[in-house]
T-cell receptor, first 112, second 112 residues
Framework: NAGVTQTPKFQVLKTGQSMTLQCAQD?????MYWYRQDPGMGLRLIYY???????DKGEVPNGYNVSRLNKREFSLRLESAAPSQTSVYFC???????????FGNGTRLTVT | DQQVKQNSPSLSVQEGRISILNCDYT??????FLWYKKYPAEGPTFLIS?????DKNEDGRFTVFLNKSAKHLSLHIVPSQPGDSAVYFC???????????FGAGTILRVKS
């Protein structure tokens, strides 16, 4: 079982460039999430999708957009990357409320 | 304003001894709490959870204690093993909610 798969693993962008982080899960989970991890700040929720066709903002949504393409896939887009978006990005999924999240292995993004 | 706080950035413990990791929260609406473990270059993995109707939950070497009046929870690992060396994140959500709020993490080092 692959679980939650994120691509790419690493990415370097110049300020102003755009990119899309991909995430797919094979556990038939309804909910999917994007978090970012920064030193000393833990994981902060960017956006989430409670079910296919819905998306909602989390704690730090500015500068990001998301698409829930289907039940399996949830992508995160940076339209104009900024150095403050240098971080490790984690995608996660869960099958219902109050159940543990299953995380991918992350994408390490550097914006210069 | 961090709603979930892990005030100890790191902890070092001898193999075979008890590891105690602490977490405090400020939001009285939180009633579901989880601990995650994270190794370098991997995503967080779920370890153990507790709901507010309990004050203790055990799973093998791992026990989580919840003190609702103090808004405090702790994770006990007994006995500690070198493979337990990782970053441990405390997380919380409101019951029925689907957004986890994470603490900043505590680095546990178990020395052999």
């Amino acid at each position: 079982n692959a679980g939650v798969t994120q691509t790419p693993k690493f990415q370097v962008l110049k300020t102003g460039q755009s990119m899309t982080l991909q995430c797919a899960q094979d556990m038939n989970h309804n909910s999917m999430y994007w978090y970012r991890q920064d030193p000393g700040m833990g994981l902060r929720l960017i956006y989430y999708s409670a079910s296919e066709g819905t998306t909602d903002k989390g704690e730090v949504p500015n500068g990001y957009n998301v698409s829930r393409l289907n039940k399996r896939e949830f992508s995160l887009r940076l339209e104009s990357a900024a150095p403050s978006q240098t971080s490790v990005y984690f995608c996660a999924s869960s099958d219902r409320n109050n159940s543990p999240l299953h995380f991918g292995n992350g994408t390490r993004l550097t914006v210069t | 304003d961090q709603q979930v706080k892990q005030n100890s950035p790191s902890l070092s413990v001898q193999e075979g001894r008890i590891s105690i990791l602490n977490c405090d929260y400020t939001n009285s609406m939180f009633d579901y709490f989880l601990w995650y473990k994270k190794y370098p270059a991997e995503g967080p993995t779920f370890l153990i959870s507790i709901s507010s109707i309990k004050d203790k939950n055990e799973d093998g070497r791992f026990t989580v204690f919840l003190n609702k009046s103090a808004k405090h929870l702790s994770l006990h690992i007994v006995p500690s093993q070198p493979g337990d060396s990782a970053v441990y994140f405390c997380a919380a959500s409101a019951w029925g909610g689907n957004k986890l709020v994470f603490g900043a993490g505590t680095i546990l080092r178990v020395k052999s």
